[in-house]
């Protein structure tokens, strides 16, 4: 399966990944880049600023699973 169906899925079943959780969960080293591929097919992928001490890093989430999961296919490519 690719990164991109990967990071789909898990984010649709209510998952929250940073880039350290894709590195470890999908080996996938350029989470920005697949979320701005989800995005660019629709998905509404929002995007969580956390602050840790001085480091800060992004969370990606769905807000709205049921009406995302309703309203797109495979790659966020509206039915």
Do not use: W
Request: aromatic fraction near 10%.
């Amino acid at each position: 399966m690719s990164q991109i169906k990967q990071v789909k899925h898990y984010l649709e079943s209510g998952g929250k990944l940073t880039p350290i959780d894709a590195l470890d969960k999908f080996r996938c080293f350029r989470l920005a880049a697949v979320v701005h591929n989800l995005r660019e097919g629709g998905l509404d992928v929002k995007t969580k600023i956390v602050k840790n001490g001085k480091k800060s890093y992004a969370e990606y989430y769905l807000e709205n699973l049921k009406e995302n999961k309703d309203q797109y296919g495979l790659f966020g490519a509206k039915k």
